[in-house]
């Protein structure tokens, strides 16, 4: 008999095709600084970081070197969880190649927002793609991590289209949508100077206010729904606003009993919850046009319509 799961034309990608997709199609056009950042990362990261095998052996390994690329394993959909140089406790996954690539494509405007750097593999995945006079404003409560992307950023020539900055995302976004002007290099301008960190010392967010093409969410999931009304108030009209890590290494679709869902960390269940409400809240929110890409982690994207 036929396999009836063949006969829909809708594919998680994972295994050979994957392999396939990133072995033809992205990593031969992966800039150099980008290839060179995700080797940094995964050394730096090194045994803290974990592979998890969300779908099979139900457990949790020392980080092989595939951090940000598949594992040639079928069964690993969603490879590394790195929580080294994170200040939160919680496992959380990095960003892709797959999904990073697609970040790339969409980013082709001049005034995003990216709240979550870390190293920075999104970050210069998107900032790569945008025009010269193009701008990022990049929040990160972790600035070691970015500190060690920056070299990265810099070689490959971009870093003076990045505004980083380190405080809290929700009280920037406040910021950012009443108009306040704050300064991007909080206390310790010096030490930000001396390591080139290429951004203004103010900016007036006054004139950012709406003003966002694109905003790319990669933060704590149960923050989710929280960022959603905040950066509704910041994307301009028919700009785009990327949730990633929307699958959450496919939790989503599994009941707790599932036998496929019971080797994954507490972490991962805990805050799977919040990735489903998010989704009930996305759908249901007719500001916005949705679709959830099943790359990576998983994409949710949204376009504001008013
Ligand atoms: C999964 S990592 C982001 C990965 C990143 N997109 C990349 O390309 O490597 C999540 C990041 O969100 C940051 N983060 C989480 N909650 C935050 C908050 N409320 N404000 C600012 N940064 C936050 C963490 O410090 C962490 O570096």
Same mark, same amino acid.
């Given at each position: 008999m036929?396999?009836?799961?063949?006969?829909?034309?809708?594919?998680?990608?994972?295994g050979?095709?994957l392999?396939?997709?990133?072995e033809?199609?992205?990593?031969?056009?992966?800039?150099?600084?980008l290839?060179?950042?995700?080797?940094?990362?995964t050394e730096?990261?090194?045994?803290?970081?974990?592979?998890?095998d969300a779908?099979k052996?139900?457990e949790c390994?020392e980080?092989?070197?595939?951090?940000?690329?598949?594992?040639?394993h079928?069964?690993r959909l969603?490879?590394?969880?790195?929580?080294?140089l994170?200040p939160?406790?919680?496992?959380?996954p990095?960003?892709t190649?797959?999904?990073?690539?697609?970040?790339g494509?969409?980013?082709?405007?001049?005034?995003r927002?990216k709240?979550g750097?870390f190293?920075?593999?999104?970050?210069?995945a998107t900032?790569?793609?945008?025009p010269?006079?193009g701008q990022?404003?990049a929040?990160?409560?972790d600035?070691e991590a970015?500190?060690?992307?920056?070299?990265?950023i810099?070689k490959a020539?971009?870093?003076?289209?990045?505004?980083f +900055?380190?405080? $809290?995302a929700f009280?920037v976004l406040?910021g950012?949508?009443? =108009?306040?002007?704050?300064? /991007?290099? #909080?206390?310790?301008d010096?030490?930000?100077?001396?390591?080139?960190?290429?951004?203004?010392r103010m900016i007036r967010?006054?004139?950012?206010?709406?003003s966002f093409d694109?905003i790319?969410?990669?933060a704590?999931?149960?923050?989710?729904m929280?960022?959603?009304e905040?950066v509704?108030k910041?994307?301009?009209?028919?700009?785009i606003?990327?949730?990633d890590?929307?699958?959450?290494?496919?939790?989503?679709a599994?009941?707790q009993?599932?036998e496929?869902?019971?080797?994954m960390?507490e972490?991962?269940?805990?805050?799977k919850d919040f990735?489903?409400?998010?989704?009930?809240? +996305?759908?249901s $929110?007719?500001?916005v046009e949705?679709?959830?890409l099943?790359? =990576?982690?998983?994409?949710t /994207?949204? #376009?504001?319509?008013?």
């Amino acid at each position: 008999m036929a396999d009836s799961s063949l006969n829909h034309k809708s594919l998680i990608v994972h295994g050979p095709v994957l392999e396939y997709i990133l072995e033809k199609n992205a990593y031969p056009r992966e800039h150099q600084q980008l290839k060179e950042l995700r080797a940094v990362t995964t050394e730096k990261c090194g045994k803290r970081a974990i592979l998890i095998d969300a779908f099979k052996d139900h457990e949790c390994q020392e980080d092989d070197g595939n951090l940000l690329r598949p594992t040639p394993h079928p069964q690993r959909l969603f490879r590394v969880v790195a929580h080294g140089l994170q200040p939160s406790p919680t496992p959380t996954p990095s960003p892709t190649f797959d999904g990073s690539q697609h970040l790339g494509s969409l980013a082709t405007g001049v005034g995003r927002n990216k709240i979550g750097v870390f190293t920075g593999y999104s970050l210069l995945a998107t900032t790569l793609a945008l025009p010269d006079d193009g701008q990022v404003t990049a929040i990160d409560l972790d600035k070691e991590a970015y500190e060690t992307g920056l070299p990265f950023i810099q070689k490959a020539r971009v870093e003076h289209k990045i505004n980083f +900055i380190q405080p $809290d995302a929700f009280s920037v976004l406040d910021g950012l949508i009443n =108009g306040v002007s704050i300064s /991007l290099t #909080r206390d310790n301008d010096d030490e930000f100077e001396q390591k080139g960190y290429g951004f203004p010392r103010m900016i007036r967010l006054q004139e950012e206010n709406s003003s966002f093409d694109f905003i790319f969410v990669d933060a704590e999931k149960e923050d989710y729904m929280k960022f959603h009304e905040k950066v509704m108030k910041l994307v301009r009209i028919g700009g785009i606003i990327a949730y990633d890590n929307t699958l959450w290494l496919g939790s989503v679709a599994y009941g707790q009993d599932d036998e496929k869902y019971s080797g994954m960390p507490e972490s991962i269940w805990k805050s799977k919850d919040f990735v489903v409400q998010f989704h009930e809240l +996305i759908v249901s $929110d007719h500001r916005v046009e949705t679709c959830l890409l099943s790359v =990576g982690d998983g994409l949710t /994207l949204c #376009r504001r319509l008013y």
